[in-house]
Every structure is written in C-alpha cells, then in structure tokens.
C-alpha cells in the first residue's frame, strides 16, 4: 500500500474553513483515498473516500489532483468539535490488505 | 449507520487472566478485524476474518486468539494477559472485498493489565 505524508499539526479558526494536505506520490491506479478522523479516546471515525474525481458528502469535500499524487480534505465551516486528528490513507481492500494508519494531522480549532 | 458495538469501553485486569473483547456489528458485513492501538505504533492488525468460522492472522497475531461463531460477533481472546498487552482494542467490519468499500470502527476498548 502506498504511503502519505501529511503534516503533523495544523490549526483553523472556528467558521473557517480547514484544508487538510496528504501527499501520496506513489499511490497506484487502483487505491483509493481514504480520510478517516479521531477524536481522543475513540476510535477512527470514516470520513470520505474517492478513487480520482473530486468527492463531497455532509461531513467534507475531498479534491485529488489529476495526477492523484495529492489530495486535500476540507472541513467548510470547523467547528470547535472537529479537533481531531486526521488520517489520509490509501489503499485498495482485497483479501489480506491492511489498511494502514500513519501519525496523521493533529487538527486544533480554536474559538 | 453502520454500528460496531465493543462491549467493554474500559477493563483492568491481572496478569494471567483470560481476557474476552467482544465485538458486535449490525450491518451483515463479511469482514471483520481487531486492531490495537498505541502511541507512536499507530493501528497494528491482529485477526481478521472474512466468513464465519475463518480467522486470519494479522501483523501481531502473538498472545491472542479470535472466534467467529456468528457472522455480527467477532471476540477477541488474551488467553494469559501481561502488561505488554495493555492498550487501545479497536474493533472493525467492513463489506466483502471490492475496491472502494469502507471500513467502519467501534469506539475502542481500553484495556490495562496490571
């Protein structure tokens, strides 16, 4: 599975929006993106997923590059409950993949 | 929504007690897996299953057993706990094996063995 990076900390002001970057150059054509968030204390929460068009539900919107070597997770309006961290992975589920989590974003938003 | 319920939210145990983590999901899903977490280790996969009555082994399979009798439980085993074996169980299930599909988490199991 491909490996991302993705800063260690970022922090947004309440209302504003929070663009979250994950690099992934050596993701291959078929793994998709995945964001899943954590909150202290609980476990891994799915956010969205996309394969290479641009992605939208009710929590995010995920925007990937043409060349699907980066990709960026954006929280339109945070709020103080989205301080998390945020983990962006790749990969393709098959019989005996892992889906590996790396140390992700830590996501403070501030009042 | 898809819900996978972990019995036990907090436990403290004894070094050489059996340990059983239980694990419920309500979506029908195939897989199942048990991860453990710790800082500055990440998720680590310990069993997976993908069918009633089959167990795989993950990254970390040592000191633990799993069962699988029914399709929505999944239960994690520490036949003899050590204090190693203190941390942050995370319970998963997703749909069978297609590109794209999602898996979903419970809200952890905190266990320490003392």
């Known amino acids: 599975d491909a490996k991302t990076t993705q800063p260690p900390s970022m922090d947004c002001a309440e209302g504003r929006a929070a663009n979250l970057p994950c690099n992934h150059s050596?993701?291959?054509?078929?793994?998709?993106v995945y964001w899943y968030r954590q909150i202290h204390s609980q476990g891994p929460q799915y956010i969205i997923h996309?394969?290479?068009n641009n992605e939208t539900n009710e929590m995010a919107s995920l925007i990937i590059t043409e060349d699907r070597k980066s990709s960026t997770l954006i929280l339109p309006h945070a709020t103080l409950r989205d301080t998390a961290v945020y983990y962006c992975?790749?990969?393709?589920?098959?019989?005996?993949?892992?889906?590996?989590f790396g140390e992700g974003t830590q996501l403070t938003v501030n009042p | 929504d898809v819900k996978v319920t972990q019995s036990s939210r907090y436990l403290v145990k004894r070094t050489g007690e059996k340990v059983f983590l239980e694990c419920v999901q309500d979506m029908d899903h195939e897989n199942m897996f048990w991860y453990r977490q710790d800082p500055g280790l990440g998720l680590r996969l310990i069993y997976f299953s993908y069918d009633v009555k089959m167990k795989e082994k993950g990254d970390i399979p040592e000191g633990y057993s799993v069962s699988r009798e029914k399709k929505e439980r999944f239960s994690l085993i520490l036949e003899s706990a050590s204090t190693n074996q203190t941390s942050m169980y995370l319970c998963?299930?997703?749909?069978?094996?297609?590109?794209?599909?999602?898996?979903?988490f419970g809200e952890g199991s905190w266990l320490t063995v003392v």
């Open positions: 992975i790749v990969w393709k589920e098959t019989s005996g993949s892992r889906l590996t």
């Open positions: 050596t993701i291959s054509g078929n793994e998709y």
């Open positions: 998963a299930s997703s749909p069978p094996g297609q590109p794209g599909n999602t898996i979903y």
């Open positions: 996309g394969l290479k």
